[in-house]
């Protein structure tokens, strides 16, 4: 059996043709030679084949008299894959083949022969694709530099062969090859090195150095752990989760055929560390290429780095900028991978959201891929929204525990085998991977140019940086679905620790599921089941059955898993999540607020408009403009045009004539707040305002305050204080995660170092948060009002 190159057809014309053969057994050279004569019809070809030995090792060396001769000779490489056996109708190593001496790709001598024995079909004769030897050597000229020429042929040689092998096993196996040999001898890689100065007076590094760091960063492929290790990581996560990955198929042929035109980058929100399993298994069971991972070096423990080195994880280390000669080398390395159509994958906001919302995008090494797309590398680079969202995780107890000022436990095989232990303590649900739509890097930076502001202008670049990296985890957000557990979590988080009965949480759902709907917001199919009339009790065969056996599930998964507390030996059974819990159900809440923000911005802002001197319509703008200041280490907004537009799209659904409203005085004003459906910012907007406003007590009391770890440290405190005082209306606002973005926003005002008037401006920004967290109460007063209305006229008549 052959694949690749037809060997038959270059071997029609023998006078110009020289097969260059790679066999690392004499089983192997002797199949070679036997498809070599059935390809020449018997005939004798004019150059004999030449022998480049063993695929991998580095001591070949091709004859003077080839390299010296006939620069219009084909070179046509050629060597043998070997299949793995097949089982349910699909070719792949098992777990049982990671065993020694059990690698179906390179079996031994002994096996070969079993196995040419038994199923011959599994050994495939391949021939790379050919080339003239006058075009190696001009390519040699042009792009390597100190490498010669016969090493050259030698390593293009296997790449060709290594593309005709990933043709024939299919695309999950296309992996880059001698990425060390072929970075290390590139004229671009050794001019730019020299421009490296680790000091002021050090010499250029050597290669010697760069090989090292490449040695660190350079991620392996084993096509045995290809097959193997999406399967691994599906034992490890299906001891709580459903087995069958929930997917939109849609999206994964739309992502399949983008993957075809340019290279890719998996850009995910990352919530679990079981992400990057997941989305391995994922790419596995569609099919599709897989991709470079990039991980923090903290996961490289003991074996577990070589091993998952092996299955294409790229290490870095936490921090770049203290050496320029590794900067560099990653530079180098992202930009070899994307030029040669590889794909690479790493969580955009650089760590796991301990919050459930996601963070600011890093741009690092997302600055290092537009380097390659700005100097012309690759036409174009496709960054690739994946959202990945669980019903529930057993880590939000240890999120909850950051949030109390905890720290981080380190990386070991102690917290390998907690975390997999974890997975199985109970069934957590379903696990959804979404694809958003491709953003293609070249409409955000613009055609390849030398010229181009982008190009030439740092600040340009980083905006149109920015720009892209918002783009992407906005598209990420858009695409994840509501779940279940986060709707229910919602309603009982509004409530502040009180109780509710059956009947109330379908009364709290109605209005969020109706939203939902008539905005065409991605669901759950567990969330679209919620759905039914609120009064419904779940009986059998009513309209509200299925509904309410829903919420029911759902209460129960989330009771189970200890987030919401159950209370059945009264007259009516009620749920609640209780303080110490707030924290932990506030990771579900948070993944769904991003659906409910702009109509929470709208709520508030009509309420600023009701009590406007001057245009209640402008004042409702400037007020629009002010929040989003406001929150924007929080959320990702849309442009100011575009976000402009869709709050006037969310306030025309609310009600057409809205401006007329505003215009027409306080009591329409108020009539228009209280006709909206639902009310939703002091549920959505009030824990990180309260955080805020804990964070700038701190400030606005102690201006001498320099250390962020002693501003969180006192907030945390004096949160705990206002809780027990009931001054603050829930616990979840008091969190060391949340009071970290809000001295991001107070360092952003000038409100961290000294300077004229600080103490006034602290004052200030004190001010300003406690007017908002007033205005939050007198809507969180309406919704109660209108919940308690909506309440008795849903009672049955007597």
């Keep these: 059996m052959t694949a690749g190159a037809d060997l038959a ?5 023998r006078s110009d043709t020289v097969l260059l053969t790679q066999a690392s057994t004499p089983t192997e050279a002797r199949l070679i030679r036997e498809r070599i004569a059935a390809a020449a019809g018997g005939g004798q070809a004019l150059h004999p084949p030449v022998s480049l030995g063993p695929a991998g090792e580095g001591d070949a060396r091709l004859p003077g008299s080839l390299l010296d001769g006939d620069q219009d000779v084909r070179l046509v490489p050629v060597r043998v894959a070997w299949l793995p056996e097949e089982h349910g109708g699909r070719r792949a190593a098992r777990v049982a083949d990671l065993l020694p001496g059990r690698d179906p790709y390179n079996p031994s001598e002994r096996q070969q022969q079993r196995i040419l024995a038994r199923q011959p079909g599994r050994a495939v004769v391949l021939a790379g694709e050919p080339a003239t030897l006058g075009s190696l050597r001009q390519r040699w000229t042009e792009t390597a530099d100190g490498d010669d020429f016969g090493s050259y042929v030698i390593r293009r040689a296997t790449l060709a062969l290594d593309r005709a092998e990933y043709r024939l096993r299919g695309p999950r196996y296309k992996t880059p090859s001698l990425v060390k040999d072929e970075i290390l001898s590139s004229r671009r890689f050794r001019s730019g090195l020299r421009d490296v100065r680790r000091g002021a007076d050090d010499a250029p590094p050597s290669l010697d150095d760069a090989g090292e760091i490449l040695d660190e960063l350079a991620a392996g492929w084993s096509r045995r752990l290809i097959d193997v290790f999406p399967t691994v990581g599906r034992l490890i996560f299906q001891r709580g989760f459903d087995p069958q990955i929930d997917y939109d198929e849609s999206q994964v042929e739309r992502l399949r055929a983008a993957m075809e035109r340019h290279p890719g980058i998996f850009l995910w929100s990352h919530r679990s560390n079981l992400d990057t399993l997941v989305l391995a298994a994922a790419m596995q069971e569609k099919g599709l290429p897989p991709a470079h991972l990039f991980a923090g070096i903290n996961m490289a423990f003991g074996p577990m780095g070589a091993l998952m080195r092996r299955t294409g994880v790229i290490f870095i280390r936490r921090s770049t900028s203290e050496d320029p000669l590794y900067r560099y080398v990653l530079r180098e390395y992202v930009g070899y991978v994307l030029e040669k159509r590889f794909n690479l994958s790493w969580s955009i906001e650089g760590t796991r959201s301990r919050t459930g919302k996601m963070l600011p995008p890093r741009l690092g090494l997302l600055s290092y891929a537009a380097d ?4 012309g590398r690759v036409d174009d680079i496709l960054l690739l929204p994946v959202s990945i969202t669980f019903d529930q995780l057993h880590e939000i107890t240890e999120y909850a525990d950051y949030a109390r000022g905890g720290t981080k436990k380190p990386e070991g095989f ?9 997975q199985g303590a109970r069934h957590y649900g379903k696990i959804y991977v979404r694809f958003g739509e491709p953003v293609a890097m070249s409409s955000f930076l613009g055609p390849v140019s030398g010229d181009s502001a982008v190009a030439l202008d740092p600040a340009a670049r980083r905006l149109a940086l920015q720009k892209m990296a918002f783009e992407v985890a906005w598209r990420i957000n858009q695409s994840m679905p509501v779940t279940a557990t ?8 509004a409530m502040q620790g009180a109780a509710l009965t059956f009947a ?15 905005r065409s917001v991605p669901r759950t199919a567990s969330t679209r089941a919620l759905s039914g009339p609120p009064g419904a009790s779940g009986a059998s065969g009513a309209s509200g059955a299925s509904g309410a056996g829903a919420v029911r599930a759902t209460l129960d998964a989330l009771v189970s898993g200890d987030v919401v507390t159950f209370v059945a030996d009264g007259r009516d059974p009620v749920w609640l999540i209780e303080p110490e819990h707030q924290l932990a159900a506030a990771f579900y809440r948070n993944s769904v607020i991003h659906f409910l923000l702009d109509t929470a911005l709208c709520e508030l802002a009509v309420l600023r408009a009701r009590d406007a001197r001057d245009d209640p319509v402008e004042a409702f703008w400037d007020e629009i403009a002010r929040l989003r200041d406001l929150l924007k280490f929080e959320f990702y907004f849309q442009e100011r045009d575009e976000h402009r537009r869709e709050v006037a799209a969310e306030m025309t659904r609310h009600d057409p004539s809205w401006e007329s409203l505003l215009r027409a005085g306080p009591a329409a004003a108020d009539r228009l707040l209280a006709e909206m459906r639902p009310l939703v910012s002091h549920v959505v907007v009030r824990p990180f305002i309260e955080a805020y406003r804990l964070v700038a007590d701190v400030l606005a009391n102690d201006e001498t305050l320099v250390s962020d770890s002693e501003v969180v440290r006192r907030a945390l405190g004096l949160g705990r204080q206002y809780v027990a005082q009931r001054r603050l209306r829930s616990s979840e606002s008091v969190s060391a995660l949340l009071f970290q973005t809000g001295l991001q926003l107070a360092g952003n005002r000038g409100l961290l170092e000294p300077g004229p008037g600080l103490a006034e401006r602290r004052a200030a920004f004190l001010a300003e948060l406690r007017d908002l967290v007033r205005r939050l109460d007198q809507i969180e007063d309406l919704a109660i009002r209108r919940y308690i209305r909506d309440a008795v006229n849903a009672m049955p008549a007597d």
């Design 372 to 375: 390659v797309y700005l100097s």
């Design 486 to 493: 986060a709707l229910v979590t919602t309603v009982l988080l």
């Design 414 to 422: 102690g917290w390998l085998y907690g975390f997999i232990k974890a």
């Design 504 to 518: 109330q949480i379908r009364l709290g759902l109605a209005d969020a599921l109706d939203y939902l709907e008539s």
């Design 9 to 13: 057809g270059l071997l029609a014309d």
